[in-house]
């Protein structure tokens, strides 16, 4: 098969990009003092450019000081200084690549007992059943607020141009504010921003204009969308469609698709509705494993996705899992003889590997699907991210009429595996699969066990693919505990310089 995989690809605002593989967004929540990325993001970044993906869309930096999807979040506003933001594009482009920001607003998707606000299109709070008290609940935004909050998109972006990045991608995917407005689900206002597709869309739409109008022609704009909300009731394939529609003439550069959100998160490999097919936008039987394949929710007594205080074991510092042995669905390394846990490690990653290609390719080809009935009819180029781990599906995805292939876990565990393919190579390995019953806190182990690579790779480390999705989430409950903690430390002191600080989370 002829791979177009290594062919630049050149985009409406001229820019061209090295190749047709890009880095998709992460957010790692290592923001250093004053939410600004600091010399383990910039250690990243280099890794990643040093990797051979033609584009690095970073994760997603927070418009609005006041409202954060992790309290390790970076925000770019107007009181932000731009000297760190301008060594973070420079560290980026170190190896080559293109360099874009991903811009964005939580909207309702904020963690509970976090300062600032919780806003969303109406007061419909998250749900996810025993999970839904661990966020704020939302109260539903006035037209001076949206319009606020489409200005805030505008300064973003304007300052991401001026610190040297070569584009901005517009977060409106994974259950995030203009996710929210586009979903009918969590949209049920009555005036001009619910209701209809249009008018759902019109938030999106006014960011896109603003953004667009405000940045140099040369400078990439770019959207995330969900292809499906892969809820019943919610945004879908054919609503994708007719968005991609209305963003054709507003000079986009390219649309990415995912999927998913907090509530049903298929963009970790967890969707909750699958009740639908593919084609429906909802994840089939085959993505999941079986019955006998989950560990119990009371095997995990404590590891929510966003534990509170009394929930934290009573140990500071780094946890490990011998300090929480009832957290863990399978013995921990430390409870085992060396030995023994050496070849217990590798029966359960050679099983687990035969077991996850089936899952892969399932998964895989579940993507392509969606991506084949939006490519028919989009105007735009089409970036396809979702579960892509081998070089063959890339070049399958390409060869469907896909512009740009992302990915984001496959590159937290192999940082090279661009290059790697380059020369002809794949990956040594993937990160283990996280099987547990509870879908919610599934998805937070998984996302955990990324930001667990990432954090090594920031310090110079190879990643640790066999890490235990227990640790990795005690790990990342505790170093976001430091980060809500210099969170709420640092946000009064500079509120002085910004505005609207109304409607706080209590």
Do not use: C
Not at 260 to 282: C, F, I, L, N, Q
Not at 347 to 352: D, F, R
């Amino acid at each position: 098969m002829s791979s177009e995989l290594f062919s630049p690809l050149r985009l409406r605002s001229g820019q061209v990009l090295g190749n047709r593989i890009a880095k998709a967004s992460m957010e790692g929540g290592m923001a250093g003092a004053g939410q600004l990325p600091d010399r383990r993001v910039l250690s990243l970044y280099r890794r990643w450019s040093a990797g051979g993906a033609g584009l690095l869309i970073t994760g997603n930096v927070m418009v609005h000081a006041e409202a954060l999807t992790v309290p390790g979040g970076l925000v770019l506003d107007e009181a932000a200084p731009l000297e760190p933001y301008a060594e973070w594009a420079a560290a980026g482009k170190a190896g080559g690549a293109a360099m874009w920001m991903q811009i964005n607003h939580p909207g309702r998707q904020v963690l509970a007992g976090m300062p600032g606000v919780v806003w969303g299109p109406s007061a419909v709070g998250v749900e996810l059943g025993r999970h839904s008290k661990r966020f704020g609940r939302p109260v539903a935004m006035t037209p001076e607020q949206i319009e606020a909050t489409v200005a805030r998109f505008r300064t973003t972006a304007v300052r991401a141009e001026r610190a040297g990045f070569d584009g901005v991608q517009i977060h409106a995917a994974h259950g995030y504010l203009l996710s929210q407005f586009l979903s009918p689900r969590v949209n049920t206002r009555t005036d001009a921003w619910g209701g209809s597709l249009e008018n759902r869309a019109r938030l999106l739409l006014d960011v896109v204009r603003e953004v667009r109008a405000a940045v140099a022609p040369s400078f990439a704009v770019a959207v995330k969308l969900n292809s499906a909300d892969f809820q019943r009731g919610g945004f879908d394939v054919d609503d994708a469609r007719r968005v991609i529609a209305m963003l054709d003439p507003l000079g986009v550069d390219l649309v990415e698709l995912s999927g998913g959100s907090y509530e049903s998160p298929a963009m970790s490999g967890h969707p909750t509705d699958g009740d639908h097919s593919a084609k429906s936008g909802h994840a089939t039987d085959e993505d999941r494993p079986t019955k006998s394949d989950h560990a119990t929710d009371r095997d995990h007594p404590a590891m929510s996705p966003h534990a509170t205080n009394g929930d934290r074991p009573a140990k500071s510092g780094h946890a490990t899992d011998r300090d929480h042995p009832a957290m863990s669905p399978h013995a921990t390394d430390e409870r085992r003889p060396a030995t023994s846990a050496r070849a217990a490690d590798e029966y359960h990653l050679a099983t687990s590997d035969r077991a996850a290609d089936a899952r892969t390719r399932a998964r895989e080809a579940y993507f392509l699907d969606l991506a084949s009935d939006l490519v028919a009819t989009s105007p735009l180029p089409l970036m396809l991210t979702g579960g892509i781990t081998r070089r063959e599906t890339a070049e399958e995805v390409l060869a469907g009429g896909v512009s740009l292939v992302g990915m984001g876990t496959a590159l937290a565990a192999t940082p090279d595996l661009p290059a790697r393919w380059r020369e002809g190579r794949e990956a040594d390995g993937r990160l283990r699969p996280v099987t547990w019953s509870d879908k919610a806190l599934a998805s937070a182990a998984t996302m955990a066990l990324v930001r667990h690579q990432m954090r090594r790779v920031a310090r110079g480390l190879r990643p640790a693919l066999g890490t235990h999705p227990a640790h990795a989430l005690v790990s990342d409950q505790l170093e976001q505990h430091r980060a809500l903690r210099r969170y709420r430390s640092w946000l009064p002191m500079t509120a002085a310089a910004r505005t609207e600080p109304t409607n706080r989370n209590p």
